[in-house]
C-alpha cells in the first residue's frame, strides 16, 4: 500500500514537473515571440521613417540649389551638405556624397590614383599592378599591359574576366587583379562608377584631398573651413592657389550617393542608393540605382 502511494506521489511530482517546464517553454516561447513581433514593427516604423527622409530629399534635391543655405524655409537646405557629413532630418541620419568628389573607377587617370595610393600608404610596385589590371579591365582589347591581367590571368583563377568594358558597380571591382590593395570599405567611401562631370576637391573626403593637394597643413585648413561651412571655390583659390577650369568645378554634380539611417538602442535600419539627377526631364527627372538596404 505503502509503496503504491510512494510511486503514486512520484508519478505525480513527475507530472507536475513537466507540466511547470512545459508552462515555462510556452511562457518563454510567448516572449520571444513577442520580441520578434516588436523588432519586426521596429523595422517597419524605421523604413516608413527612412522612406519619408528619402521623398523629403529627392523633392528639395529638385526644386533648391544645392548649396547650404542658412536663411532658407527648408530644413534641408539649412542643414545639408555634399561630402558625406550626416545630418538629421526628423528621426533620420543623412549622408550625402557628391561623387564628383570621389575618385572614378571608369575614368582611369594614372596619375590621380598613383597620387591616392601613395597618399594611402600602398606599395608602389602593388598599385601599378592594380592600375595596369584596371586599365586591362576596361579596354577592348586583349593586350596585357605591363604588371596588367587579362583573360589568361582570370582563367588561370578559376575566375571569369576581364570585361571588356566599363565597371558597372564597385562591387565588380573585387574581381580585379590586386584589388586588395585597399579594405573593400575603403573602394565604396573613395571611389565611383558614375559617369561624374569634373571633379570636385570640396566634397572629397580628407585621403583624396591629401592626394590632390599634397600638403597636410592645407587640407586641414580647407577641411576646417568646410567645417565651418566656409568653403567655396573662391576660399578654396586664396587657400591653394587651384582654380576652376573644365575639369575641375565646385558645382554639386548630378550624380550622389545616398545613406539614410534609423536607429534606437536595440536596432538600426540603413538605405544606401545612388540617385542621378535630371531635372529638366519629364518623364525621369530622378534615377534611383544600387539601392542596399541592411
Do not use: C
Not at 528621426?91 to 590614383?113: A, K, R
Amino acid at each position: 500500500m505503502f509503496l503504491q502511494r510512494g510511486i503514486a506521489l512520484i508519478q505525480v511530482l513527475i507530472i507536475a514537473m513537466i507540466l511547470s517546464i512545459l508552462g515555462i517553454y510556452i511562457l518563454q516561447s510567448s516572449k520571444d515571440q513577442v520580441a520578434i513581433t516588436n523588432a519586426i514593427k521596429t523595422a517597419l516604423d524605421q523604413r516608413i521613417q527612412i522612406e519619408n527622409a528619402e521623398s523629403k530629399i529627392l523633392h528639395t534635391l529638385l526644386s533648391e540649389f544645392r548649396i547650404k543655405n542658412l536663411q532658407s524655409e527648408n530644413e534641408i537646405v539649412r542643414q545639408w551638405n555634399f561630402h558625406n557629413k550626416p545630418f538629421k532630418l526628423d528621426n533620420v541620419s543623412v549622408q550625402i556624397q557628391d561623387l564628383n568628389g570621389l575618385i572614378s573607377l571608369n575614368e582611369v587617370n594614372t596619375s590621380t590614383l598613383d597620387d591616392f595610393f601613395a597618399q594611402y600608404g600602398v606599395d608602389k610596385n602593388l598599385s601599378e599592378q592594380f592600375i595596369a589590371s584596371l586599365t586591362d579591365w576596361i579596354d577592348k582589347d586583349d593586350n596585357i599591359k605591363y604588371n596588367g591581367a587579362e583573360r589568361a590571368y582570370y582563367e588561370k583563377m578559376g575566375l571569369t574576366g576581364p570585361r571588356n568594358g566599363l565597371l558597372q558597380s564597385v562591387e565588380e571591382v573585387f574581381y580585379i587583379k590586386n584589388h586588395d590593395i585597399l579594405p573593400e570599405e575603403d573602394w565604396y567611401k573613395y571611389f565611383t562608377v558614375a559617369n561624374v562631370n569634373g571633379f570636385n576637391p570640396a566634397h572629397s573626403p580628407e585621403k583624396i584631398l591629401k592626394s590632390f593637394i599634397k600638403d597636410d597643413t592645407k587640407v586641414a585648413k580647407l577641411i576646417e573651413l568646410r567645417n565651418n561651412k566656409q568653403l567655396n571655390g573662391r576660399v578654396f583659390y586664396n587657400e591653394t592657389g587651384i582654380d576652376s577650369d573644365e575639369f575641375l568645378s565646385f558645382l554639386t554634380g548630378d550624380n550622389l550617393r545616398i545613406t539614410l539611417t534609423a536607429k534606437n538602442q536595440q536596432q538600426k535600419t540603413t538605405k544606401t542608393f545612388t540617385v542621378k539627377l535630371r531635372a529638366r526631364s519629364l518623364t525621369r527627372p530622378v534615377v534611383i540605382t544600387n539601392v542596399v538596404w541592411n
